[in-house]
């Protein structure tokens, strides 16, 4: 039976210490107390493969390692703080701190406008407290939550996040986690919820030793990163305990609000309580026992419906998924590209099915997958979704990097945003996207060992095949190319930069004065390279007619009853557009012609009636 005690290294009243480490494949297991005293002392063996003992002068700052049969250390699987990297001691963290976030509740889903950040990248600093300076102009613009690209301790300084080695440790380059606990505290001062991405599909290869530890993994099954996780298999229970309780560290210990949950596919289970079911459930509850909102929002390309049904109706129960199809339908018709995952896309039809269903795929043939593809998600509310039009995967898993700014005109990324924030779903901002950021977000790593470097670099060529994309990519490993991948926030107050920027925020204040728990009514037309939808909710009745293509197009809508004010048009000359030729106010029940410019979109209101 799992131990009440938590996993780790737990301080306690009285300079004492709880140790707890589930290691079934050690005989024994040790405390090598490093710093400040030396001393080495032994745990003492429970039920399950556990090994547990309460030490007495041991305070928090403590650097331990655990020693398997007298000849192996090896830091903590639960460390909360690894401050010499992956290789190095694990440290005692005392649990307390001065939070000052007590009447903060949490957020509802719908309300949600989420603001994805590289905490290594987006400020010069790189750190979690270099942040905080920043959240000002984030709630000025609009943004009601950030999210963290994942910062469990990974090697070196430089990495994306999905190589961390112990999910339960803030990384020492960017802070700690003394300086995540006080970036979320300031969060909530300011109002804003904090998402943090966490990575339960597997693990990174430089710093991984949980294989000496116990059956943490398993040979059933494979993940493109490597060996599977064992969730379903023998002594499973108790490798889903060590990630639900690195869920309940993040939510309960740092007060975070949401977790993002990496690539569900590559998760192996055929148990009848799946592990995502059991971690939603898990962490539903802590949340009702906090008396706080704490979200779910998993990020899947199967298209499961199930990850956001019930559990009454067979479903996992998550809160939100991530909606790569919205992403495909935008991106394509922006683009014209074909390539890869894109050439299932290209049709306005598709864009249309997205406003109204969620995913696109639905059981439909695949040419890329050459299979049919996806479950129907008609009937879920549009909440359950989170879409965008970049984020660090689709901007960092490009031959270059390249963000829409690169790949499309002004006019079309005012387009891309408008389709984004004024959809009914939660939308999703990659950092630097407000003012058309033009560095790339490249790939990049700095692992220590060469043969792991050069397997890194093989595996992002191959990555890349499918695309059909020439030529040598980035070299992960450069520290250029994490240099490169840095926003410069001084585009922010230059030319058509200052322009999207308070394009944005118009877009947002817009979402939040008439969007909140909207849901599509009608798409009325989508013959073509237009498409009009209706919208309806608290705020009222809204619509919108986006205008995917290149010239000057006259599309007849079957207007519905009412007088509709035009309260956003991208061609207007105040947004940097060539003019817009849609009148101010048009009074419904009858078919209206609209003239609509190249990439354009326009947002109408239909006035209360007196």
Known sequence: ????????????????????????????????????????????????????????????????????????????????????????????????????????????????????????????????????????????????AIELMPVAQFPGNRNWGYDATYPFAAQNTYGGPGGLKRLVNECHKEGLAVVLDVVYNHLGPEGNYLGDFGPYFTDRYRTPWGAALNFDG??????????????????????????????????????????VAELADTVHREADRLDRAICLMGESDLNDRRLVRPPELGGYGLDAVWNDDFHHALHTLLTGEQTGYYQDFGRIGQLAKAFREGFVYSGEYSRYRRMRHGSS??????????????????????????????????????????????????????????????????????????????????????????????????????????????????????????VLLDFYRELLKLRKAFMTLSDVKEILNYEGDALFVRFAGPGGEAAAGFHFGRTDTSVTFPWPPGTWDTILDSARERWAGPGSKVPSTIFGNAETTLSLAPHSFVFFVRREDV
């Open 234 to 275: 023998p002594d499973s229970d108790e490798a889903r305990r060590y990630f639900i309780e690195s869920a309940l560290y993040w939510v309960r210990e740092c007060h975070i609000d949401a977790l993002r949950l990496d690539a569900l596919h590559a998760i192996a289970d055929r148990s009848p309580y799946p592990f």
């Open 1 to 144: 039976m799992n131990s009440p005690i938590s996993l780790g290294a737990i301080p306690r009243e009285g300079s004492r210490c709880d140790f707890l480490v589930w290691a079934p494949f050690a005989s024994t297991v040790e405390v090598q107390i490093v710093a400040p005293r030396e001393r080495l002392v032994p745990l003492t063996r429970g039920s399950r493969g556990y090994f547990h003992s309460t030490l007495d002068d041991v305070e928090p700052g403590a650097l331990y390692f655990y020693a398997l049969d007298g000849s192996r250390n090896r830091p903590d699987p639960a460390s909360r703080f690894q401050p010499h990297g992956v290789h190095g001691p694990s440290q005692v963290v005392d649990s307390r701190f001065p939070w000052e976030d007590q009447s903060w509740s949490g957020l509802l889903l719908p309300h949600y406008i989420i603001y994805e950040l590289h905490t290594g990248t987006y400020t010069p600093e790189g750190t979690f407290d270099a942040v905080i300076p920043r959240l000002d102009e984030l709630r000025e613009l609009g943004i009601t």
């Open 377 to 498: 998600s008609r009937g879920i509310p549009p909440e359950h979704f989170v879409v965008f039009s970049q984020n660090h995967d689709q901007v960092g898993n490009r031959f270059a990097g390249e963000r829409l700014s690169r790949l499309v005109s002004f006019e079309a990324l005012k387009l891309a945003a408008g389709a984004t924030v004024l959809s009914p779903f939660v939308p999703l901002l990659f950092m630097g996207e407000e003012y058309g950021e033009t560095a790339p977000f490249e790939y990049f790593v700095s692992h220590s060992d060469p043969d792991l470097v050069a397997a890194v670099r093989r595996g992002r060529a191959d990555e890349f095949a499918a695309f059909r994309w020439m030529g040598k990519p980035p070299d992960p490993q450069s520290e250029e190319t994490f240099e490169r991948s840095r926003p410069d926030h001084g585009l922010r107050a230059v030319g058509n930069h200052r």
